[in-house]
């Protein structure tokens, strides 16, 4: 199984991923039931998760009913337990970049958010946008999701200062990115363009970097107050476990 995910992922492209993934994912759901292993975004339990990864497979991290890997329920369960993104009673100006499926519809749902999603290519974008060069106001959203889009970008200082133009002041954002931790300074060398070395140096074919604990820094050099959460140390080992959380991973959570 490994090996086919494997290949699936390093040959289809993203955007006719997404809309395959539309179609099986209520097989497999179905086909693993179980009560190992429980999304906490669904509340669905499976008897296991699929392994996933563009280079190195990790078993037991792909959700099958909501395909959240081990960020997405992390991120779920400290915007649930930690802030008020569900509840606001002040509507909510969002702006969510490459948005994933796990939130997609749930967050198109909420009556509390005003929504908005971007993407050069993703079909689930309302907006097509450069990050680099975003088409929206100074100021304007009081929330941005920007998860694992930053590592794809060759410019990623002039990302970051459009992130921060456009988030209001006392706005939030969320800028996850796979990060080593055990390594100091982030490493990038643009004259890597052949897939499979990128592949192999950075940990997947369209990664451009890999960060390291100099990440944090470098978005507070942009403007943003930024709180480096490990939020799986507050969450009970059994739980860690039942989740399928990476143990250690930081969320950045960014405020202008």
């Not at 179609?23 to 429980?38: C, H, M, Q, S």
């Not at 969320?174 to 390594?183: A, C, G, M, T």
């Not at 107050?225 to 960014?254: H, N």
Request: proline content about 5%; overall charge positive; aromatic content about 12%.
């Amino acid at each position: 199984m490994k090996k086919i995910f494997k290949f699936i992922l390093n040959t289809i492209p993203r955007p006719i991923l997404i809309r395959l993934s539309i179609v099986v994912r209520p097989v497999i759901a179905f086909l693993l039931k179980g009560n190992t292993f429980t999304d906490p975004i669904d509340g669905r339990s499976f008897k296991m998760f699929l392994p996933y990864g563009y280079g190195t497979q990790r078993n037991n991290v792909l959700s099958p009913s909501t395909l959240s890997l081990e960020r997405h329920r992390l991120l779920w369960l400290y915007l649930q337990n930690e802030t008020n993104f569900f509840t606001s009673e002040k509507k909510l100006a969002v702006l969510h970049f490459a948005p994933e499926q796990e939130f997609y519809k749930r967050f198109k749902k909420q009556k509390n958010i005003k929504y908005t999603t971007t993407d050069l290519l993703s079909p689930l974008a309302d907006v097509k946008a450069d990050i680099c060069n975003l088409p929206f106001k100074d100021n304007e959203y009081d929330i941005i999701f920007c998860n694992h889009v930053l590592e794809h970008i060759p410019d990623d200082t002039k990302a970051m200062q459009e992130l921060y133009r456009v988030l209001k002041p006392g706005g939030m954002g969320i800028f996850q990115i796979p990060q080593d931790l055990s390594r100091e300074t982030t490493f990038s060398d643009d004259s890597i363009t052949d897939a499979k070395e990128r592949a192999k140096i950075f940990g997947q074919y369209d990664h451009v970097r890999v960060y390291g604990r100099d990440y944090f820094d470098k978005l507070r050099s942009i403007g943003f107050k930024v709180e480096e959460v490990d939020y799986t140390s507050t969450i009970p080992s059994e739980l860690v476990t039942r989740y399928c959380l990476a143990k250690g991973e930081i969320i950045p959570v960014c405020f202008k």
